[in-house]
């Protein structure tokens, strides 16, 4: 217990005391094109990773902007780290929307370049990366919620479950879910975590080892999303989905997330540099390296079709 509410304390220090103005209903398609309020100010320069902060609200809205499919590559989860640790620290914020400023994909996932063909001391650093990045967001103490404008597989799924809430577009071509074994891989202990924590043991079971992309409707049926809107909503309903948990005071909100998240934390924590070698070996297979490389094939044959 002393260490949930040491780690809350830490967490505590994101607290502020802004004053909430009533929620935009503004309504635009997508995140690139929302309408940001004149309180709202660019709070990151970083060239994938974009950032609204409106201190009025609170709410930043973090896009990704990473094209083709916002691949969660080496350089884009540096960035996405240092945008996130100065959020962090701005006590003017209080919640976090992750989107994607991308139409179609919330991401594509890890950046399938960045395993294949490269040197253990890259996959070192990416699989570093990829940690740290999930350490942030699921440690993290403010509010974080998922508005799911596209495809999510795989590390894109990840990133939503690491979340507090995942708002998705209301439309069947977008999938998400943890894939991996349809590439040929498999998804560490942490990422099948996070989807039990969701989903519950049977629904995980079946998930991981079929590698399922559920469409909007099964998302939300399994409870993999909460909620469905449609694309023009998507961001106004995250943001006042945020102020709705905003009335919830931040310190008893934080030791109670950090009391629930602990031990998966924990886990990853006291497996990390394991985690790293299991990566490293694993993707150092030839079979592994065949697989990948024959799924970017089937990726680009896809477009060429
Ligand atoms: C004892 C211990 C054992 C266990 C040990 C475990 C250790 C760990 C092992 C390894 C774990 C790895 C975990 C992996 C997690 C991942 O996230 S893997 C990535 C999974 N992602 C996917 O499967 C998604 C693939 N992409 C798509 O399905 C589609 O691209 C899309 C996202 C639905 C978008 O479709 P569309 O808009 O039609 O775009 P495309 O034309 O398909 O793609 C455009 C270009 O982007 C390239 N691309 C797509 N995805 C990726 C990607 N993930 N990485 C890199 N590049 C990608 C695609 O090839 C196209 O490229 P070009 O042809 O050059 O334009």
């Not at 998804?187 to 079929?210: H, I």
């Not at 939300?220 to 909620?227: E, M, N, S, T, Y």
């Not at 997330?257 to 998966?264: E, F, Q």
Request: charged share 20%; hydrophobic share 40%.
């Amino acid at each position: 217990m002393a260490s949930v509410l040491r780690q809350a304390a830490r967490l505590a220090s994101s607290r502020c005391l802004t004053q909430l103005s009533a929620a935009s209903s503004t309504s635009r398609l997508g995140a690139s094109s929302y309408n940001f309020s004149p309180s709202s100010r660019n709070a990151s320069t970083s060239s994938t990773i974009k950032v609204q902060l409106d201190s009025n609200t609170g709410v930043a809205i973090m896009m990704f902007q990473n094209p083709p499919v916002n691949s969660m590559s080496l350089d884009f989860m540096t960035e996405f780290v240092i945008a996130w640790d100065k959020l962090e620290l701005d006590k003017s914020c209080r919640g976090i929307i992750l989107t994607s400023a991308l139409p179609n994909v919330f991401s594509a996932g890890l950046d399938i370049m960045d395993m294949y063909g490269t040197t253990p001391e890259h996959r070192t650093a990416f699989w570093k990366a990829l940690q740290e990045l999930w350490l942030k967001v699921y440690g993290s103490g403010k509010i974080v919620v998922a508005a799911i404008n596209g495809a999510s597989p795989a590390g894109g799924c990840l990133m939503a479950l690491s979340c507090d809430y995942r708002i998705m577009i209301d439309n069947p071509k977008y999938k998400i879910g943890i894939n991996e074994t349809k590439l040929g891989i498999v998804a560490p202990f942490w990422f099948k975590d996070c989807l039990e924590n969701t989903v519950g043991y049977r629904m995980s079971e079946m998930s991981v080892q079929y590698g399922i992309l559920y469409n909007s409707a099964e998302a939300l049926k399994i409870g993999l999303v909460d909620q469905l809107v449609p694309e023009d909503k998507l961001i106004s309903t995250a943001t006042e989905t945020m102020i709705k948990w905003f009335a919830i005071p931040d310190y008893a909100r934080q030791i109670s997330k950090a009391m629930v998240r602990k031990a998966t934390m924990d886990k990853m924590l006291a497996g990390r540099e394991a985690d790293i070698t299991n990566f490293v070996t694993f993707t150092n297979k030839d079979s592994i390296q065949k697989s990948l490389g024959m799924y970017m094939e089937m990726l680009k044959g896809r477009k060429a079709k």
